[in-house]
């Protein structure tokens, strides 16, 4: 049996590593984008059924030829795209965010989606599944945060537009929120104080882990979700 296509950006670390393993072993080839890290890369191919391809969502040529080359390499178009890639900053204040930061996360997280968004929308399978990531804190305001959750807030008012235009292609449209998550983004200029008030922000006094945002990934991509569409999903252990 012929192997359905999943291609998922920024799929070499934290959560889109996982999302590559579980895809894959739920039965996917899977075809996975990275930037920065391509020895990590390279130890999640499976031959003829995992391969790494390294882009820059910034670059609107080069995700448009990278969506071709997946095609042609695999031989097929997309069942299932997700929209993992993407950055943060060091958490600051609005009036000490400087604008340079801000139109670098907006680059990424926002125009960068958009550009995967676009070529998904042309490139995936009807009857298939469009996956965005986004973070629960669009709807859990918190001082520092604000040009982070603006630039999910936008990709999740794309996807709501995606699901009702691609639903007469009975494509399935959804984003999954995670609150936080054990990641090298999540930690990364933390202070052990601050992961401790993330952990308390859970009645269950801790952070997720990969592997479960990665599993509410794969139910959406599967048959399972055939009426869950144009749903913000939060995996976020009840903060919100």
Not at 9 to 29: H, K, M, P
Not at 54 to 64: F, P, S, T
Not at 94 to 116: K, P, T
Request: glycine share 10%; proline share 4%.
């Amino acid at each position: 049996m012929t192997r359905p296509l999943a291609i998922i950006t920024g799929g070499s670390r934290g959560i889109g590593a996982a999302c590559v393993e579980a895809l894959y072993r739920d039965g996917f080839n899977v075809a996975f984008t990275y930037v920065n890290s391509p020895e990590a890369a390279q130890a999640l191919e499976v031959p003829e059924h995992v391969k790494a391809y390294a882009l820059d969502i910034r670059n609107i040529e080069a995700v448009a030829q990278t969506f071709k080359d997946i095609i042609n390499d695999f031989g097929m178009r997309p069942k299932v795209v997700v929209v993992n890639a993407g950055i943060n900053l060091p958490y600051l204040p609005i009036g000490q965010y400087s604008h340079d930061s801000f139109r670098q996360i907006m680059e990424v997280n926002l125009f960068g989606a958009f550009n995967v968004l676009h070529e998904a929308a042309q490139a995936v399978l009807d009857g298939g599944s469009i996956i965005g990531m986004t973070t629960s804190l669009v709807r859990h305001a918190a001082a520092g945060t604000g040009a982070y959750t603006a630039s999910k807030a936008g990709v999740e008012a794309l996807i709501r537009s995606m699901a009702k235009e691609l639903a007469v292609r009975n494509v399935r449209v959804n984003a999954v929120a995670p609150g936080s998550v054990d990641t090298e983004l999540f930690h990364s200029g933390k202070t052990d104080e601050a992961k401790a008030r993330s952990a308390a922000l859970s009645p269950f006094n801790r952070i997720g882990n990969t592997i479960e945002v990665a599993e509410v990934v794969s139910f959406l991509a599967s048959g399972k979700a055939s009426w869950v569409h144009g749903q913000i999903i939060q995996p976020n252990g009840g903060m919100i």
